[in-house]
């Protein structure tokens, strides 16, 4: 099962997450992570949808996404020509034996700690997925009590630009 | 109109003044609670715009899409919230899969009570949302006539489908500015490069065993001359899918008709036989290939198609070409040598004459005139050109597909992806209203129990449609795969009712005969093609008549059956 990134840039409007996700739905393609924001121009959000899954299949649905009214473009994005960057917040039991540990931890991985109670402590930290699965896994034997991740957000390296040109494959 | 512009209106007369600036001339629907505003319009604008009432909206939904399909122009459909809405549902879904134009109009509640679970209130646009090319729920009036404008624009551009707009009951009400605009033109197709069709070019420079496989997004376009001028050129054979009959006249001696599960055993052995593949305008359904995997391994398949996500998805291709077909398929006729395959031509002939021995000899076991053959034999004698031929889903259609001379595009509406049993009548009568031209629905007595209140909008707008109820007391296509495939137990398929068709006729005000013999038949079929209004011919088959040849199910043109031999079975 590979893991693939895909850019799509929508227009700004409802509904137009449950047309994708549909998509992925129809498929039985389960949907790692997903994020949405608005861009530079509000007319515009840009969706970053992780999955795994079949190669054809993944085409197949790139394909299908570009026929969605509301789709302006889609780009696959390839790990070693995009940045990627997921932001977790990680609370953790704050016990006398374990406190040093995370700070440690937190410095080493440059995270930050956002809220300090006496039994328990809120870490944020930004990176790569790979960097923040490393870290859950540092915390686990501490004690992690919840959890959060943004999903993945990313770009492609460069100044290559996902344009918002009428889409020609309706 | 110049004296409308920028006049003052109510969403509601939005609605139709933008229908009829759209160039639609006929709708189809369904009165209600949420789209009364709509109808007092409708009523008003009477003279500029026909509006058919059927029985129900399923009704309507295949109507729009019957009219559609003869014409090629939007077809259009009405219904209020609620029920009125979800009975468009099997509509929208048959035009969806066959890739048919249609704008779909619901009232809804006024926006205030939407999400509360107001009385008639549904989310149709989630409903619909899987089963649309796009759909739209319009909360503001000033955004109507731009919505309804784009949604033609989407139902007609690149690939057809339906486009579904909901519209709530304020905003029905509201007033804004209407300024009157133009037809809208689809959006531009993408034009193919060079180097795809001169891909193309150079396979069928070196096929020897080339063949052109048709499908609906061939149909649907003027290109039967191109298509022939091809087949001569390279010296081809041509075979189609379900949704590319009517594409080819039958009588074309290239042209081999439907291939596939039920399809004929020339074009499907042609097919199996061909070192090359130009798939234009299909899809490469499971119904047509049979096993994917199975499927033409040794040969080349090039691939036209509107629809980006086509290319490759159900067969690996060499060469997808995306974008307008027929400006593609004009380039490579033109790009391509003149070619000779005598041996190809000897090895067709010998499947053309083992076809018809198929046949002669389906004819020669047959106990009774009364076969599906002989039907389509009187059929084809006493139709002409025109006559517009409509199914429903089943033993029939496949007979249909098979049998039926079809002489010329835009003539014949079925439901090929979804198989909608009960798409018929409503279809049938949308087509009439659409050609002015006879019309002859084929279906059976399973099919046609699942929308016949269509017979009273059938006889209340008078509509000269022949139907020919095959008759067998069972579900045929299902009762065959028990026959062939669960050991001849006949769970559920198996009628047992008592309804007699002709008086059914009677009672709703149109005319019935019984056939019971295929002189009786011929003899109804001609009086019925003359008559002045709907005319039904409860037409006796029997029940173990099997469409054949087939593929099973999972299995390719190597396990194709071409005879079942019950009475053998039963020793």
Redesign the interface.
């Known amino acids: 099962m590979m893991r693939s990134v895909i850019s799509v840039y929508v227009e700004n409007k409802y ?1 137009v997450l ?2 994708i996700t ?1 998509l992925f739905m ?1 498929r039985g393609f389960n949907i790692d992570s997903l994020t949405v924001g608005e861009t530079d121009d509000p007319l515009f959000s840009r969706i970053t949808i992780t999955i795994k899954g079949d190669e ?1 299949i993944r ?2 649905l790139i ?2 996404l ?4 509301n789709v302006r473009q889609v780009k696959l994005l390839e790990e070693q020509s995009s940045v990627e960057r997921e932001l977790m917040l990680l609370k953790v039991k704050n016990t006398p034996e374990n406190r040093n540990e995370i700070m440690a931890a937190a410095e080493i991985y440059r995270a930050k700690i956002v809220d300090y109670k006496i039994d328990s402590m809120c870490v944020e930290v930004t990176g790569e997925p790979n960097k923040i699965n490393a870290f859950i896994e540092v915390m686990k034997p501490l004690g992690i009590v919840e959890m959060c991740r943004t999903g993945v957000v990313a770009l492609d390296r460069g100044s290559s630009i996902m344009d918002k040109q ?1 889409n ?3 | 109109m110049q004296n409308e512009k920028g006049k003052m209106m109510t969403g509601a007369r939005i609605v139709i003044e933008t229908l009829i600036e759209q160039g639609v001339t006929d709708v189809f629907g369904y009165p209600g609670g949420q789209v009364l505003n709509i109808y007092d319009e409708l009523y008003k604008a009477g003279d500029r715009i026909n509006h058919v009432l059927t029985a129900h909206e399923q009704g309507a939904s295949h109507a729009a899409d019957g009219y559609s399909r003869v014409t090629g122009k939007v077809g259009v459909v009405i219904a209020t919230s609620g029920p009125g809405a979800t009975n468009l549902v099997t509509g929208i879904a048959t035009a969806m899969l066959d890739s048919i134009p249609m704008v779909a109009i619901t009232g809804n509640v006024p926006t205030g009570l939407i999400g509360k679970d107001s009385f008639q209130e549904i989310n149709i ?2 409903v619909t ?2 089963i649309t ?2 759909n739209y ?1 319009v909360t503001d009036v000033k955004s109507l006539a731009p919505t309804i404008r784009e949604a033609f624009r ?1 139902a007609k ?2 690939r057809p489908g339906p486009v579904l707009i909901d519209i709530p009951k304020d905003v029905q009400t509201s007033e804004c500015e209407f300024i009157k605009e133009d037809i809208v033109k689809p ?1 531009p197709q ?1 034009v193919a490069e060079d180097s795809e069709i001169n891909k193309a070019i150079e396979l069928i420079n070196k096929a020897n065993r080339p063949y052109i496989y048709i499908g609906g997004g061939a149909a649907g376009r003027a290109m039967t001359q191109d298509i022939i001028a091809l087949a001569e050129k390279i010296d081809a054979y041509v075979g189609c899918t379900f949704m590319g009959l009517s594409a080819m006249k039958n009588s074309y001696e290239r042209f081999l008709g439907m291939q596939g599960m039920h399809g004929r055993y020339a074009s499907s052995m042609a097919n199996k036989e061909a070192d090359l593949i130009i798939g234009v305008g299909v899809r490469f359904s499971d119904r047509a290939t049979g096993n994917v995997a199975k499927y033409s391994k040794s040969a080349k398949i090039i691939q036209l198609d509107a ?3 086509e ?3 159900n067969v690996k291709v060499d060469v997808g070409i ?1 974008g307008s077909i027929v400006s593609s398929f004009g380039r490579i006729l033109k790009g391509c040598e003149k070619k000779e395959h005598p041996e190809w031509k000897a090895l067709v002939e010998s499947l053309k004459a083992e076809e018809k021995r198929i046949n002669d000899e389906a004819q020669r076991k047959s106990k009774t005139d009364m076969t599906p053959m002989n039907i389509f034999k009187v059929i084809n004698e006493i139709k002409d050109e025109n006559t517009v031929i409509a199914t429903d889903v089943g033993q029939h259609q496949m007979w249909t597909a098979q049998f039926v001379d079809f002489e010329r595009p835009r003539r014949f509406a079925s439901s090929g992806g979804l198989g909608t049993m009960g798409y018929g009548l409503g279809a049938a009568i949308g087509a009439q209203i659409a050609s002015k031209d006879r019309t002859v629905l084929i279906t059976g007595d399973g099919s046609f129990g699942m929308n016949l209140n269509e017979l009273a909008t059938a006889v209340t707008y008078n509509t000269p449609i022949v139907i020919v109820l095959m008759n067998n007391g069972v579900l045929g296509m299902v009762r065959q795969w028990q026959t062939l495939f669960y050991g001849k137990r006949y769970s559920n398929t198996v009628l047992g009712r008592k309804t007699d068709f002709v008086k059914l006729a009677e009672a709703f005000g149109a005319v019935g005969k019984r056939a019971s013999t295929i002189e009786e038949f011929r003899a109804a079929f001609a009086d019925g093609m003359k008559h002045d209004g709907p005319y039904l011919i409860d037409t006796v088959i029997g029940m173990d008549e099997f469409v054949l040849p087939m593929m099973p199910p999972g299995g390719s043109v190597d396990d194709i059956i071409t005879s079942v031999d019950l009475e053998e079975d039963n020793k």
């Open positions: 509904g449950m047309r549909n129809r054809n085409e197949q394909n299908q570009k026929k969605l009214h009428k020609k494959y309706e | 646009t989630g949302l899987p090319k796009h729920f989407i551009s690149g959006y993408i629809d980006l996500s290319i490759n998805k995306v």
